[in-house]
């Protein structure tokens, strides 16, 4: 079974500029997560999708920040102007469906963000 | 909120036993997940508890008390590869029941030595 992709692994841009990650789950994942990890911390939650429904999106800075998950599969994040404070990894997880007793989440390998 | 605490970093001796705790501070609360991480890896699934008691796969262990906004994770028969960051993390539904999520803690950095 193929684990989730995330592309790019990494990316360097300055300040102000735009720049979006992609993730594609698990096949048959209904929910798909985006964290921020910043170095030294935990994932904190950046948005949740339910098949292609925003679920919670409380912690989004939606000034900047902005996801979708067309189709209910891929899903794509962007940030659009970056700030210094953006230099993070930005994980994509996906569960089998949300509320499941499994509780298990699936993540892939991140996204490297340098913001110059 | 959600506030989760864990220490930041651990070393043990291969081959010991070491013991990593979490104590957290929830508006909601529907288990304590494990997370492993190796740098610059990603968060893998150790173990979940819904309910007290230990839980037990293999080499590793945790515990939940729910009274006493606790757990924590077992490692036994430690090895060099268990070096890595530890994250205790709640299980909540802030939304409903489709709305699964969880807060992670800031890790534990665990060291194995020989």
């Known amino acids: 079974e193929a684990g989730v992709a995330q592309s790019p692994r990494y990316k360097i841009i300055e300040k102000r500029q735009s720049v979006a990650f992609w993730c594609n789950p698990i096949s048959g994942h209904a929910t798909l997560y985006w964290y921020q990890q910043i170095l030294g911390q935990g994932p904190k939650l950046l948005i949740q999708f339910q098949n292609n429904g925003v679920v919670d999106d409380s912690q989004l800075p939606k000034d900047r920040f902005s996801a979708e998950r067309l189709k209910g599969v891929d899903s794509t994040l962007k940030i659009q102007p970056a700030k210094l404070e953006d230099s993070a990894v930005y994980l994509c997880a996906s569960s089998p469906r949300a509320g499941t007793a499994y509780n298990e989440q699936f993540f892939g390998p991140g996204t490297r963000l340098t913001v110059l | 909120g959600q506030s989760l605490e864990q220490p930041s970093e651990v070393t043990a001796v291969e081959g010991a036993i070491v013991q990593i705790n979490c104590t957290y501070q929830?508006?909601?609360?529907?288990?304590l997940s494990w997370y492993q991480q190796h740098d610059g890896g990603a968060p893998t699934f150790l173990s979940y508890n819904g309910l007290d008691g230990l839980e037990e796969t293999g080499r590793f262990s945790s515990f939940l008390s729910r009274s006493d906004s606790y757990g924590y994770l077992l490692l036994q028969e430690l090895q060099m590869k268990d070096s890595a960051s530890y994250f205790c993390a709640v299980r909540d539904q802030p939304s409903g029941a489709g709305s699964y999520q969880l807060t992670f803690g800031k890790g534990t950095k665990l060291s194995v030595i020989p």
């Open positions: 929830t508006s909601g609360f529907y288990g």
